[in-house]
């Protein structure tokens, strides 16, 4: 990405909870994995 087009960009969107779009990327879930990573 150029310097250019970096200074033209106003903003970032995050949808995190499904709002704009729908995700297929499960949450709930990924929580769930990752305390039972941090837990071993």
């Given at each position: 990405?150029?310097?250019?087009?970096?200074?033209?960009?106003?903003?970032?969107?995050?949808?995190l909870?499904?709002?704009?779009?729908?995700?297929?990327?499960?949450?709930?879930k990924?929580?769930?994995?990752?305390?039972?990573?941090?837990?071993?």
């Amino acid at each position: 990405m150029s310097e250019h087009m970096v200074n033209e960009i106003k903003g970032i969107v995050f949808d995190l909870d499904g709002t704009l779009i729908h995700s297929a990327i499960d949450f709930p879930k990924m929580k769930l994995r990752m305390i039972e990573i941090l837990e071993d």
